[in-house]
């Protein structure tokens, strides 16, 4: 079992930066691959990014692509999601999510085995 505990979200100005956490409880965190996924108002959830276990690959959305950055510290047991140069458009809650294994395609929320509870973000124009 992983918990996860996301932090970080709040209100911004377009054009700013923001830094989302995932904190992880429970076994072997380090085997787990990690995701971000986004729910805006009224949309499905969305995948943003995925980094494997040892944090030697990452997989982008192409809305993010050059904007957000996904890292993990094994040590600590988190991810983090930088986010610069943010757009009313990104506004939603982001979940951390995670599972086994990295895959050869765009992880879907059915696919990620535990997720946290999410936290808001919200980009004004």
């Known amino acids: 079992q992983v918990q996860l505990v996301e932090s970080g979200g709040g209100l911004v100005q377009a054009g700013g930066s923001l830094r989302l956490s995932c904190a992880a409880s429970?076994?072997?965190?380090?085997?787990?691959?990690m995701a971000w996924f986004r729910q805006a108002p009224g949309k499905e959830r969305e995948f943003v990014l995925s980094?494997?276990?040892?944090?030697?690959?990452?997989r982008y959305a192409d809305s993010v692509k050059g904007r957000f950055t996904i890292s993990r510290d094994n040590a600590k047991n988190t991810v983090y999601l930088q986010m610069n140069s943010l757009k009313p458009e990104d506004t939603a809650v982001y979940y951390c999510?995670?599972?086994?294994?990295?895959?050869?395609?765009?992880?879907?929320?059915?696919?990620?085995?535990?997720w946290g509870k999410g936290t808001l973000v919200t980009v004004s124009s």
């Open positions: 999510a995670a599972r086994t294994w990295f895959g050869i395609t765009t992880p879907t929320t059915s696919s990620m085995n535990y």
């Open positions: 980094i494997s276990a040892a944090g030697d690959r990452i």
């Open positions: 429970g076994r072997s965190f380090s085997s787990y691959v």
